[in-house]
């Protein structure tokens, strides 16, 4: 039963709630309601961040593919050294890097720095450690964001032509 006076009128009992009772109450009442507030702020706070994270992703994508195309692309676009390479080591199906899903960031990484077979190393002069992360991010990405990658691959060489 809630606190305050109790007065029998008949059979029934009624209760009249004090002042200090109903402030309780009410209280009570906010604090529920600015908890509610702020559980929803917070979880409107973080779709927004997965949100941001999302375009964050998808333009740090962007930059590692026009790094890779600016950077490997001579050796690791169709045609190239590198791709050449790789087809005769690993197989046709793994020698063009972009379209490849079991290459990890690390990797990536540590073969640029030190070099594989007749690929040169490359140091932090050449190839700056933020620009290598971009890249790196952009092979290693996620299966699902491959869905582009090897049917068309644009070259951006000075005449804007595509390799096929």
Do not use: W
């Not at 600016?70 to 676009?77: E, I, K, S």
């Not at 720095?113 to 996620?142: C, Q, S, W």
């Amino acid at each position: 039963m809630a606190e305050g006076v109790a007065r029998k009128t008949g059979v029934r009992t009624v209760e009249i709630l004090t002042t200090e009772t109903m402030t309780r109450v009410y209280l009570r009442i906010v604090v529920l309601a600015l908890a509610f507030a702020a559980g929803v702020g917070a979880f409107v706070a973080a779709g927004i961040a997965r949100a941001q994270s999302a375009e964050d992703s998808a333009q740090k994508l962007a930059e590692g593919k026009n790094l890779f195309y600016a950077r490997c692309g001579y050796c690791h676009l169709i045609g190239g050294t590198g791709t050449y390479m790789l087809g005769r080591r690993l197989g046709k199906d793994r020698a063009l890097l972009e379209t490849r899903t079991d290459l990890s960031a690390e990797y990536i990484r540590r073969i640029t720095r030190v070099g594989i077979n007749t690929m040169p190393r490359h140091n932090r002069i050449e190839l700056p450690d933020f620009e290598l992360d971009l890249i790196a991010a952009y092979l290693a990405r996620p299966a699902s964001a491959h869905a582009d990658a090897g049917r068309k691959i644009q070259n951006p060489d000075s005449n804007g032509g595509a390799h096929e």
